[in-house]
């Protein structure tokens, strides 16, 4: 939309306001986008930069406060959105393309899953021709549906099924991978290479261009070294496996379930020439994609997204539980471990505290910006909260990965708490909304039960991937977990992680804490945090953490607020 107006006698400025997160946009119905919906729409924006006014023959079609949303030039069948109509975030998104396509394109709509699903079998078999296909599996429903697919097209004396367990897996998770794919009539050969992976290094290109040797794992802090020792240690491991079975690394090819928003993010040349990377998915690191090249990784879900995964996986007759099942990263509790050796403190580490105290108790030098950057609607809850002063927010000196403006940032996360011993899960759902707007250092914001954090944090509790972390995560996701399924919790969310994170509160301390991210989406590129006593039961939320805090080594426990953007799934 931007280069629509630009390059159309418009002017694009940078604001002082970001909108990363679901917001309400008045839409002008007689658009032959929105026609047919309300005049209010909640809709995905992710930008600073805004158009803030048209060429001749241009209108604007949407706002969102007194910033444009959309535009159009009908006379010439130009149409620009600044949201993304394609996520579930955007509620009515799907019905916009689908007047864009049909009212605006005429295009007729014939194609159907049915076509993806056989164009899928015919790569398969085009590329492999008479040669074997390793592949790896997870127990998730991505490598899943990619082996069954192979099963289908190749059949099951040519699709060779591997599990390799990196040490980072859930308590007997690996055992259930090879209970659940034995269902369907796979025989997995499960490989424990978690010594390989503990110790494992890789070669690394920074910025510059310059190789150097990341690792080992066991001691790595960056979490972008971290997926790339994995996901290459993944292949080395496979190549071996290979050896081992007496077949010949030329006559066989890798496969994969990468999805197409793993390659999105993974910033990769498949999908785009200029996407920043936001993280690096295990499978798509330099070695895969130099496999890749060379034409040896086999990848047919590569144009998938996550629904769709699902769909195709129903169509291949895959029992309900393993489609609908949560994902789970290849890199396993690995990327559920903050690592930090020493603290984040961003250069306006005491300006944005000053800012976020203005936020949630009123006055300070920055009590008109916040005025000025509120929704309507938020006006009388922000009111609410200033007055009420219960609720407290700071920084944490570590850093998360989120995805603001399409780009990665490593931001602080701001811990929110309260003098209530009941959460107030309207006025919290909604600071963590504004938070991120008018502080852009911040990327996710979460709730920490418990007392209240009252003072400026500066020191956090050095954190590695030792055998003590990974069992401590374990313990605490086996608790998330099993409460969540007595609870009849798991169908209400699409992911749940669990992460170890480096706050220990008390100068000294060598207690970690534990936080619960949970995500609700379709389309797994955005999606929402799950809302207690409406997303999902608020006393799952309390017996789980009441039960976390209860394992010896936790500190506190943190209810991740944050939508997808600003925000990652993942805290990695």
């Not at 895969?288 to 040896?296: F, I, K």
């Not at 000053?354 to 922000?382: A, D, F, N, R, Y």
């Not at 006025?427 to 911040?442: D, E, G, S, T, Y």
């Not at 954090?453 to 086996?478: F, S």
């Amino acid at each position: 939309m931007q280069v629509m107006a630009f390059n159309h006698d418009g002017v694009v400025e940078k604001r002082d306001q970001r909108e990363d997160g679901q917001f309400t946009v008045k839409v002008d119905t007689s658009c032959p986008l929105f026609d047919g919906l309300d005049a209010e729409q909640s809709v995905l924006l992710t930008h600073g930069d805004s158009v803030v006014s048209l060429g001749e023959g241009w209108k604007v079609t949407a706002t969102s406060g007194d910033l444009i949303s959309a535009i159009s030039c009908e006379s010439r069948s130009l149409y620009g959105v600044q949201f993304h109509p394609e996520v579930d975030l955007s509620v009515n998104g799907k019905q916009m393309l689908e007047n864009f396509l049909y009212k605006v394109a005429l295009f007729k709509g014939d194609f159907t899953m049915e076509d993806r699903h056989q164009k899928a079998l015919d790569y398969i078999t085009s590329r492999v021709g008479d040669k074997k296909v390793l592949v790896l599996v997870s127990g998730g429903v991505d490598s899943s549906v990619c082996a069954a697919l192979l099963n289908e097209a190749l059949g099951s004396e040519r699709v060779i099924p591997l599990h390799i367990d990196n040490g980072f897996m859930r308590k007997g998770e690996s055992q259930k991978v090879v209970e659940a794919l034995s269902k369907i009539g796979m025989h997995v050969t499960r490989v424990d290479a978690s010594q390989d992976f503990y110790n494992a290094t890789t070669e690394v290109k920074n910025s510059k261009g310059e190789t150097y040797i990341a690792g080992p794992l066991n001691k790595a802090v960056n979490p972008e070294e971290k997926r790339k020792i994995i996901g290459d240690t993944f292949m080395r491991v496979a190549q071996r496996e290979i050896e081992k079975l007496n077949l010949k690394a030329d006559e066989v090819f890798l496969a994969q379930g990468t999805l197409r928003p793993d390659m999105i993010e993974s910033g990769s040349a498949e999908v785009s020439s200029v996407a920043d990377t936001i993280k690096t998915h295990h499978n798509d690191t330099n070695l895969v994609r130099e496999l890749r090249a060379l034409g040896r990784v086999i990848e047919p879900l590569s144009d998938y997204h996550k629904d769709e995964v699902r769909d195709l996986g129903r169509q291949l007759g895959l029992p309900e539980e393993l489609v609908i099942r949560h994902p789970f990263p290849g890199p396993g509790l690995s990327v559920r471990i903050i690592c930090a050796q020493e603290p984040y403190i961003c250069d306006t580490f005491e300006s944005t505290n000053q800012l976020l105290k203005s936020i949630v108790s009123g006055g300070g030098s920055e009590s008109e910006v916040v005025t000025s950057s509120l929704k309507p609607q938020e006006v009388p809850v922000l009111k609410q909260i200033q007055e009420e002063k219960k609720i407290r927010a700071t920084l944490l000196p570590f850093k998360t990965v989120g995805v603001q403006g399409d780009g990665r940032t490593y931001s602080h996360p701001c811990a929110l708490t309260s003098t209530d011993e009941k959460p107030d899960w309207v006025q919290l759902f909604m600071l963590a909304k504004l938070i991120p707007r008018l502080c852009h250092n911040v990327n996710r914001v979460v709730y920490v039960f418990g007392s209240t954090l009252e003072k400026e944090y500066r020191e956090i509790v050095p954190v590695l991937l030792t055998p003590e972390n990974i069992a401590l995560l374990q313990e605490a996701d086996g608790v998330v977990n099993k409460v969540l399924l007595e609870r009849n919790q798991v169908k209400c969310i699409a992911q749940a992680p669990v992460i170890l994170f480096p706050f220990g509160e008390d100068e000294g301390s060598t207690q970690l804490s534990i936080a619960l991210r949970t995500i609700i989406t379709n389309d797994f590129m955005t999606g929402s945090a799950a809302q207690p006593g409406i997303d999902i039961c608020a006393e799952a939320i309390s017996e789980i953490a009441e039960k976390v805090l209860a394992i010896p080594g936790v500190k506190r426990f943190a209810y991740d607020l944050t939508s997808k953007p600003p925000a990652t799934t993942e805290w990695e």
